[in-house]
């Protein structure tokens, strides 16, 4: 085989590796202050081309106790989370097609459906990723919130 064909073929393997998805998880993390929980949401891609993510959300509580859900997953752009800050101690974490409360005092996470959640309550932040297509969390003084799509 000629050094032009090895070339090709190794240009085209390193084009492709740059293309792909990496399994390896991305774990990311928000301390939510007033509540005294930190929040860590890890993405990690199940298709080496596509967009596709599964999430799974970590909590911790300053007093101690935690917990772990899976989040429904990113099946296309769809992975954004906000963070808000509700009445009694409750944290929701809400994406385009679920909802999450999360008790303070207990680390316990509950699906909820959206129309049952209080609609008085304070954007924290979001998790997303940003224009290089990392995920990252973003505190509201940096990015304000953002409206879900429609679809």
Request: contains cysteine; aromatic residues 10%; proline residues 5%.
């Amino acid at each position: 085989m000629s050094t032009r064909s090895w070339s090709a073929i190794v240009g085209s393997a390193v084009l492709l590796c740059i293309g792909c998805n990496s399994n390896t998880p991305e774990p990311v993390s928000a301390e939510i202050s007033s509540a005294e929980l930190r929040l860590t949401i890890a993405r990690m891609a199940t298709d080496p081309f596509l967009q596709r993510f599964t999430l799974t959300m970590h909590v911790n509580s300053m007093s101690g106790c935690s917990s772990s859900t899976e989040l429904f997953p990113d099946t296309g752009y769809a992975g954004r989370r906000n963070i808000y800050q509700a009445a009694k101690g409750k944290v929701y974490v809400v994406g385009q097609y679920d909802a999450r409360v999360i008790d303070s005092q207990n680390c316990r996470t509950s699906l909820s459906e959206f129309r049952s959640l209080d609609r008085d309550v304070i954007f924290v932040g979001s998790f997303d990723q940003d224009e290089a297509k990392h995920w990252r969390y973003f505190p509201a003084a940096q990015r304000p919130e953002l409206p879900f799509e429609k679809r």
